[in-house]
């Protein structure tokens, strides 16, 4: 399974389960959407699911939501729910059949309707408004 892309230099599993992994850098790989990878991922590994996860985010049109956890309920089902805290996102396993190359990620300055997509701490949306550029007073 490619649930991680290239370029991890290093990771560790415990006996309980819980896991960390380090990539070469921050990067922002492509399945049906784009998912966006800090340089430390860590979570917590069980039957069918990671959970507790950090260092992990998928894009849903213009807004990084945080992935909360990864499950499978059926693996004969062939789905894959990345749980992204208000619901939760389906994907096919086939997309994750080969890991994915990363590509490093770079802040976008320039992103539509003034929404500035920034690196952020993981766990927390990741927008911020562009009062300077919108055209708009915010009271």
């Given at each position: ?54 260092g ?16 499978v ?9 990345f749980?992204v ?54 009271l």
């Amino acid at each position: 399974m490619g649930l991680f892309p290239k370029g991890i230099t290093q990771f560790n599993v415990t006996d309980d389960g819980k896991f960390w992994v380090h990539l070469d850098q921050a990067c922002n790989a492509k399945f049906e959407s784009e998912l966006h990878y800090d340089r430390n991922v860590s979570g917590s590994l069980s039957y069918g699911k990671i959970d507790a996860l950090t260092g992990l985010e998928a894009q849903d049109l213009f807004l990084w939501f945080p992935v909360m956890s990864i499950r499978v309920d059926v693996p004969s089902s062939g789905l894959i729910y990345f749980d992204v805290g208000a619901a939760y996102k389906q994907f096919s396993s086939s997309l994750f059949e080969t890991p994915p190359d990363c590509v490093a990620a770079i802040p976008d300055n320039d992103a539509a309707d003034s929404v500035n997509v920034y690196q952020g701490q993981a766990g927390k949306l990741r927008y911020q408004f562009d009062q300077e550029n919108s055209g708009r007073d915010v009271l």
